[in-house]
């Protein structure tokens, strides 16, 4: 199993930065997938990037230019960079790990850090 704990979110005025980070209790080396997911109040939780075991990233168009994410696999750590923050990233947002077993591909989720950014 994997454990995941984001931290680093909070309040910015639209325009400021916050760099989310999200620390895993195994090595990062051991999961194939790892991304970050948020879900506004009221709609759907949706992705916002991904990064491979390999360093391959992938972004939603609503965020690529402002969001980075990046990763310190001597920390089991993962980050989200957050620039040009406007007030529709406002969101929880979530940690995810995905791992194949087999045939079988687990998902780990951590609890969760809320963002809110201001008009």
């Known amino acids: 199993q994997v454990q995941l704990v984001e931290s680093g979110g909070g309040l910015v005025q639209a325009g400021g930065s916050l760099r989310l980070s999200c620390a895993a209790s195994?090595?990062?080396?051991?999961?194939?997938?790892m991304g970050w997911y948020r879900q506004p109040p009221g709609k759907q939780r949706d992705l916002v990037a991904v990064?491979?075991?390999?360093?391959?990233?992938n972004y939603a168009d609503s965020v690529k230019g402002r969001f980075t994410i990046s990763r310190d696999n001597a920390q089991n750590t993962v980050f989200l960079q957050m620039n040009s923050l406007k007030p529709e990233d406002t969101a929880v947002y979530y940690c995810?790990?995905?791992?194949?077993?087999?045939?079988?591909?687990?998902?780990?989720w951590g609890p969760g850090t809320q963002v809110t950014v201001s008009e």
């Open positions: 995810n790990a995905k791992l194949r077993d087999g045939t079988t591909w687990l998902n780990y």
């Open positions: 195994r090595s990062l080396f051991s999961i194939n997938v």
């Open positions: 990064i491979t075991g390999g360093g391959s990233t």
